[in-house]
């Protein structure tokens, strides 16, 4: 069973960086797009960030040159650098994976990792 592990969110000041780290567990894994999203309370969860198998990124506007996302598909691993922290960013954030191979078509989330930004 495959299962998505978030990590690295907390609680910190404006201005501040986090990185969020996600692994999916398992054995023979292969995922196409990677990506995080998120979902602030009383508001619908929205795309953060996206990256292909192959690098190509997508951001949201409000994150555009504050997040970085990244991967490393030997670890099975994505990463979202997150600088510049505002208070609209605080959320509950999720990686999401699209599974490639013998997981094709399948998508896969995580159970989430809180990020909270104080003004």
């Known amino acids: 069973q495959v299962q998505l592990v978030e990590s690295g969110g907390g609680l910190v000041q404006t201005g501040s960086s986090l990185r969020l780290s996600c692994a999916a567990s398992?054995?023979?894994?292969?995922?196409?797009?990677m990506g995080w999203y998120r979902q602030a309370p009383g508001k619908q969860r929205e795309l953060v960030a996206t990256?292909?198998?192959?690098?190509?990124?997508n951001y949201a506007d409000s994150v555009r040159g504050r997040f970085t996302i990244s991967r490393d598909n030997a670890k099975n691993t994505v990463y979202l650098q997150m600088n510049s922290l505002k208070p609209e960013d605080t959320a509950a954030y999720y990686c999401?994976?699209?599974?490639?191979?013998?997981?094709?078509?399948?998508?896969?989330w995580g159970r989430g990792t809180q990020v909270t930004v104080s003004s």
């Open positions: 398992g054995s023979s894994l292969s995922f196409n797009d």
């Open positions: 990256i292909s198998k192959g690098g190509n990124t």
């Open positions: 999401n994976a699209n599974g490639n191979g013998f997981l094709y078509g399948r998508v896969y």
